[in-house]
């Protein structure tokens, strides 16, 4: 298991072509409990103050993200 300090030295590790950032985190929580995947890497959104990003290799969310299509909740839906 690698330890990171940054999301630069993850980028340098996996290249930042094969990471995918995943806000929404009803799709993180699918992520975790349907399929076991972990971020490589968690930050604050640059984008969306107060929310998290979760870093994932794209080699390791296809399977996962094609379920989650078939299977996210519609809007105003809770899984949780």
């Not at 340098?12 to 409990?33: A, H, K, S, W």
């Not at 971020?39 to 998290?52: A, F």
Request: glycine share 4%; hydrophobic share 30%.
């Amino acid at each position: 298991m690698k330890l990171f300090s940054s999301l630069k030295e993850v980028a340098e590790c996996y290249g930042m072509e094969n990471l995918v950032p995943v806000t929404n985190l009803q799709q993180i929580l699918f992520y975790v409990r349907r399929f076991g995947l972990q971020p490589k890497w968690i930050d604050e959104s640059t984008e969306n103050k107060g929310h998290i990003v979760c870093y994932y290799l794209k080699q390791e969310t296809c399977l996962a993200y094609k379920k989650w299509k078939d299977n996210r909740p519609q809007s105003g839906e809770t899984s949780l």
